[in-house]
């Protein structure tokens, strides 16, 4: 066999391999649970609890002190870790009034399961309307990175007492993101978990406010400004100046925290 025969077949040999293992393992390359147990001790000093209780919790709970709930805020959180590292949520909207869930993903956090699309959407829908059950509305929505992208996709799934949603640092979707950085394959055809957030906002008619960080390179800006270009319903965006993706301002005292939820509540 001539030599460049069969290096064209080691080539096309390794190809195929490593088509076949990222179709394989993709969700172990989507997906960062980090530790699988509960972190019982960071939770007593966080201020919040396991919700709606401790032995098939969805999320943890954390409800403001001194003042009255104007509402409900669930927060879907991006890829790395478990929930209970995003207590500023609540930091920034207790203050303002709001009760805070800060939902968990099947796999994360000591929750049971594996996270894929269909598994976390399907708890997600579980979440909301949970919420919807125990605490009335109104019920607003935070997606963080990945966190956009379930928010989106649990609206096109069913019909939920939502009366706003916050997106920061979205994608427009999975599929373009990662076709950006893996133009040599055939991502269209292997990815399973694509979560197409144009698509999936088509159809939702409250306020929408988008938060972007201008420097980000893990979602770069023009992914996000294709989804806010694409969003029909009321919406505003909140560009964050020299911010990364994991440096935009979680700071209660960042004043865009009381302006987007001013503006997702009028």
Known sequence: MPVILRLTLY????????????????????????ASHRDDAMLADSGFSYWPDQQSFLGLISEPHNTAVKGTVIVFHGNGGPAIARRYYADALHPLGYRVILAEYPGYGGRPGKPSQASIV?????TVTQAQAEYGGPIYLFGESLGSGVVAATLAEAELPVDGIVLITPWDSLLNLVQSRSTLLPTQWLLKDQYDSVKNLQSFNRRVAVAIAENDTVIPGPFSMNLFASIESEKKLWLFKNA????WPISAEADWWEQVMSYITE
């Open 11 to 34: 080539l096309l040999t390794a190809y195929a391999l490593l088509v076949t293992g990222i179709y394989i393992f993709q969700r172990q390359l989507i997906y960062f649970p980090g």
């Open 122 to 126: 399907a708890d997600a829908i579980s």
């Open 244 to 247: 990364t993706h994991n440096s």
